[in-house]
């Protein structure tokens, strides 16, 4: 059964700063794409970040560059998101991706199989 289990969520204040992790198991996506996604209440699931299977191509959301950094272990099967200067518009639940084949990242949910059960991200103001 594959699984991608994310952790790292919480609350913090506007400026402040979280690490998310996503760990995979119950298969290699050490040569697939891998993304970071977020939902907000009322809002569609909109892409923070892509990473292609060995980090050298990386998309940002326009709204995070600068500010959020993607990262993967292939070692460890697993995608990390780095946030920094954190803003109230950026509470969300925060959802890691994989897809099931192809190396490049996806911007779109539609291509992606695989997803955590989300991690809940709270910027007070």
């Known amino acids: 059964q594959v699984q991608l289990v994310e952790s790292g969520g919480g609350l913090v204040q506007t400026g402040g700063s979280l690490r998310l992790s996503c760990a995979a198991s119950?298969?290699?996506?050490?040569?697939?794409?891998m993304g970071w996604f977020r939902q907000a209440p009322g809002k569609d699931r909109e892409l923070v970040g892509g990473i292609s299977w060995n980090g050298g191509s990386i998309v940002y959301a326009d709204d995070v560059k600068g500010r959020f950094t993607i990262s993967r272990d292939n070692a460890k099967n697993s995608v990390f998101l780095q946030m920094n200067s954190l803003k109230p518009e950026d509470t969300a639940v925060y959802y890691c991706?994989?897809?099931?084949?192809?190396?490049?990242?996806?911007?779109?949910?539609?291509?992606?199989?695989?997803w955590g059960q989300g991690t809940q991200v709270t910027v007070s103001s």
């Open positions: 991706a994989a897809k099931a084949s192809g190396a490049s990242y996806g911007t779109s949910p539609d291509e992606y199989h695989y």
């Open positions: 119950g298969r290699s996506f050490r040569w697939s794409g």
